[in-house]
Structures are given as structure tokens and as C-alpha cells.
T-cell receptor, first 114, second 113 residues
Framework: AQSVTQLDSQVPVFEEAPVELRCNYS??????LFWYVQYPNQGLQLLLK??????LVKGINGFEAEFNKSQTSFHLRKPSVHISDTAEYFC????????????FGTGTRLQVFP | SQTIHQWPATLVQPVGSPLSLECTVE??????LYWYRQAAGRGLQLLFY??????ISSEVPQNLSASRPQDRQFILSSKKLLLSDSGFYLC????????????FGPGTRLTVL
């Protein structure tokens, strides 16, 4: 079984500052990794995903994430955030052999201040 | 292009009342369909998923049930709501051959009083 840990429930940051949202996972098998973003009262939108290949993955809205197998991490980063990046961010994992199910972390609320 | 709809957008129901939330997908056929619940501070919990008409898998035992009467329709129901059923309910779909990504609907905010 897989599990996902997002240690930071909230991350406050000023506009134009860099940000990193942490995600660690646990799995006995190979996995796919995802970051989703949820704006207030909306569904989830895929930011980026790691399936294979380069461990640095670039997504929408200037976000990127790096897969680190030895540290079982998939941290999300952005070099300069905007007010519009204020949202809830979810890390998720799925088993490569059975991709029907996504296991989500508890989410990190990114609050960007002017 | 594919779109996913959920209704109602918001719902306030008394304890003990029934529930029916609907999710429909357009622009695709034979999708996998999912119901998630998002409770405050608890992330997303997978409740049910379906790989075809009439095929429902339950992830968490509870007083909720799901049905798939048509290929692109997924319904979440309850006969008697509990206070703990309050939350944000999200429907999602993906496609065989593209199982790595799920696409989410706009959600239904349910408040049980």
C-alpha cells in the first residue's frame, strides 16, 4: 500500500518569493507521482506528474517538482509566486501496476501575501 | 473535449435525510469514475470507483452507496445522512490507456445539520 505525507498544512509566503511544498511518499512498489491544485470551492486541477524519465518535471503556472527516489520525495517548487497561486496543493501517488487509484496527501494551503 | 459535471453545487440537508449527488461526463465513453470526499484538514478520501456500468468498488465502509446506471453517469447516495457526512464531494474520471491522470469535477459542498 502507498501513503503520502505533506508535512506542511499551511505555507505563508510573500509575493515574488520562492516557495517549496514538501511531499514524501511511502511505497513498496514503483509509483507515479502527481501534484494537483485546488482553488477555493473548485475541483482539482493537475499541475504536473512524474511517470518516468527526467526526475525534474515542469508543470503549468511555472511550477516544477523533482522526484528523489532515495529520499522518497517529490517536492513542488516555484521560484517566484503570485497572489493568484494562493490555493490548496495536493500531492498524490499511484501504483504503476494498478493506476486505478490515487492516494492523496492531506494538502498544503499556500497563502501568498502582497 | 471532455467535460465533467456535478450537481448540485451546494446542498444543506438535515440529519437523517436522504442524499443523491450526480456526476456526468461528456465527450468520452467507458470512463473510469470516482467519488472522493474532502473533509476539513483530511485531504481527499476515495469512497467509490467504477470501471463500468453496474460495477462499483467501495473503498470505505459507511452509510453511503454509489451506482452507475449509465456509462457516463455516477451517483452517490445515502438513505440517512449523518453529521459526519458533511464535506466537499468530488467526482473524477479517467480513461483506459490514460490511467495515470484523473480529471476532477467542480465538486458539491454538502452540509449536514
Amino acid at each position: 500500500a502507498q501513503s503520502v505525507t505533506q508535512l506542511d498544512s499551511q505555507v505563508p509566503v510573500f509575493e515574488e518569493a520562492p516557495v517549496e511544498l514538501r511531499c514524501n511518499y511511502s511505497s513498496s512498489v514503483s509509483v507515479y507521482l502527481f501534484w494537483y491544485v485546488q482553488y477555493p470551492n473548485q475541483g482539482l486541477q493537475l499541475l504536473l506528474k512524474y511517470l518516468s524519465g527526467s526526475t525534474l518535471v515542469k508543470g503549468i503556472n511555472g511550477f516544477e517538482a523533482e522526484f528523489n527516489k532515495s529520499q522518497t520525495s517529490f517536492h513542488l517548487r516555484k521560484p517566484s509566486v503570485h497572489i493568484s497561486d494562493t490555493a490548496e496543493y495536493f500531492c498524490a501517488v499511484s501504483d504503476r501496476r494498478n493506476t486505478d487509484k490515487l492516494i492523496f496527501g492531506t494538502g498544503t494551503r499556500l497563502q501568498v501575501f502582497p | 473535449s471532455q467535460t465533467i459535471h456535478q450537481w448540485p453545487a451546494t446542498l444543506v440537508q438535515p440529519v437523517g435525510s436522504p442524499l443523491s449527488l450526480e456526476c456526468t461526463v461528456e465527450g468520452t465513453s467507458n470512463p473510469n469514475l470516482y467519488w472522493y470526499r474532502q473533509a476539513a484538514g483530511r485531504g481527499l478520501q476515495l469512497l467509490f470507483y467504477s470501471v463500468g456500468i453496474g460495477q462499483i468498488s467501495s473503498e470505505v465502509p459507511q452509510n453511503l452507496s454509489a451506482s452507475r446506471p449509465q456509462d457516463r453517469q455516477f451517483i452517490l447516495s445515502s438513505k440517512k445522512l449523518l453529521l459526519s457526512d458533511s464535506g466537499f464531494y468530488l467526482c473524477a474520471w479517467n480513461q483506459d490507456g490514460q490511467l495515470d491522470t484523473q480529471y476532477f469535477g467542480p465538486g458539491t459542498r454538502l452540509t449536514v445539520l
